[in-house]
């Protein structure tokens, strides 16, 4: 059996060291490394070439560079041929799209399976449609957003702060992450962002992150 050489990036160590043990479990894998941060992984791939590589998309540690879409488009810029996987907790239309527009191989939830990780490499080892997807987001394909109807028809009405909380949070951090950064309180950060809902005459989550996409608060 011809083994393949992976690498995982996670910055939670018992998230990563269970699925390394699933892997090797397979006889199918070998650890390339093992990393935290988005900048420990551009440069392990530098140094240690790999086939596959299964990587968190929200790495809150070592940013700038930690984690999002640009993080993954630059691995894959850099990086080709490898066969990147995304195993995440986030799952909304709009992220699965712009993942599957960057090129991924595969989109795996966390709220899956663990064995779907290896149900994804596998299936692209066969040459499956791309982008696999774990059973918790197939059908969740981001298409562009036609039914919301903003109340105004640019952003003038969001203040800058209001902006921020609505950027990061379609970039995919919770509302503890995004207080974290913006050094507010979680409250805070929770009335800016309903404020910018009620602005912009959105009603629900899902919604407000395709919006941000649409108007480009998010490339």
């Not at 988005?38 to 540690?61: F, H, I, K, N, W």
């Not at 995440?88 to 090129?103: F, K, Y």
């Amino acid at each position: 059996m011809i083994m393949r050489r992976i690498g995982l990036a996670d910055d939670h160590p018992i998230i990563m060291d269970a699925l390394e043990a699933a892997l090797l479990e397979t006889g199918e894998f070998e650890i390339a490394f093992k990393v935290r941060t988005g900048e420990q992984l551009l440069d392990a791939l530098r140094t240690c070439p790999c086939e596959y590589v299964v990587t968190d998309y929200s790495m809150t540690q070592g940013a700038p560079g930690g984690d999002g879409l640009a993080l993954i488009e630059r691995v894959l810029r850099q990086f080709a041929p490898l066969r990147l996987v995304v195993f995440t907790m986030l799952s909304n239309p709009a992220l699965c799209g712009q993942l599957a527009q960057l090129g991924v191989h595969g989109i795996v939830s966390k709220n899956d399976e663990r064995h779907e990780v290896l149900r994804a490499l596998r299936a692209i080892e066969a040459g499956a449609k791309l982008p696999w997807r774990s059973p918790s987001l197939r059908g969740w394909l981001y298409e562009p957003l036609k039914s919301v109807k903003p109340a105004c028809n640019d952003l003038a009405a969001l203040s800058q702060r209001e902006l921020d909380v609505v950027r990061l949070f379609a970039q995919g951090q919770t509302l503890d992450e995004i207080a974290a950064n913006l050094q507010r309180a979680k409250s805070t950060v929770a009335t800016h962002k309903q404020n910018a809902m009620h602005k912009l005459g959105i009603a629900n989550n899902a919604d407000l992150i395709c919006y941000a996409y649409d108007v480009g608060i998010v490339r």
